[in-house]
């Protein structure tokens, strides 16, 4: 069965310094992967998706993640953090009709 | 112009009881699930549903019932209410290969 590894429940980072929240995937055949936010006593927004075409994909809130293949990884980052970015990250994999499967989640804090 | 839509957003009740919970999504998907959130933030899937027929139904006790009258709508009916089943519960929907969008999510708490 496909399934994610979030490493770091916790990342705490600078205002202005780079966001690296790392996701790890499992699965025998290319999946869908995403990452989604959840900000305090709200519901998932969806950041950005890897659906098989470029592996680099952008999303939204200057939020970047690069599909590598060779370590099985999809790690999300942004150049610069903002106070704003504070918030839990989810990692999620999807194959086929399968629903989404989420990873432990990340929590980010951001430092003034 | 909400497009996944729970109600109530929170919900207190004593055990024992017997509660709903409504999702209404009109972005025309096809599927429709809910998700259930621990005190631990884990995210795990609980039902899905697509154009009305139960498509998954994980290891969720039969106190737990979905329902959905039409592929828009998705409830869930929980009887007999736990401590444990305190959560925050989300309803999602999703059309082929695309990511979910999900409600705003409903805090059940029992007391």
């Known amino acids: 069965a496909q399934s994610v590894t979030q490493l770091g429940s916790h990342v705490s980072v600078s205002e202005g310094a780079l966001v690296l929240l790392r996701c790890n995937y499992s699965s025998s055949v290319p999946p869908y992967l995403f990452w989604y936010v959840q900000y305090p006593n709200q519901g998932l927004q969806l950041l950005l998706k890897y659906t098989s075409a470029a592996t680099l994909v952008k999303g939204i809130n200057g939020f970047e993640a690069e599909f590598k293949k060779s370590e099985t990884s999809f790690h999300l980052t942004k150049p610069s953090a903002h106070m704003s970015d504070a918030a839990e990250y989810f990692c999620a994999i999807k194959k086929g009709n399968t629903p989404l499967v989420f990873g432990k989640g990340t929590r980010l804090s951001v430092i003034a | 112009d909400t497009a996944v839509s729970q109600t109530p957003k929170y919900l207190v009740t004593q055990m024992g009881n017997d509660k709903s919970i409504k999702c209404e999504q009109n972005?025309?998907?096809?599927?429709m699930y809910w998700y259930k959130q621990d005190s631990k933030k884990f995210l795990k899937i609980m039902f899905s549903?697509?154009?009305?027929?139960?498509?998954i139904n994980e290891t969720v006790p039969n106190r737990f019932s979905p329902k959905s009258p039409d592929k828009a709508h998705l409830n869930l009916h929980i009887n007999s209410l736990e401590l444990g089943d305190s959560a925050v519960y989300f309803c999602a929907s999703s059309q082929t290969e695309g990511g979910y969008t999900f409600g705003s999510g409903t805090r059940l708490t029992v007391v």
């Open positions: 549903y697509n154009n009305k027929e139960l498509i």
């Open positions: 972005l025309g998907h096809d599927t």
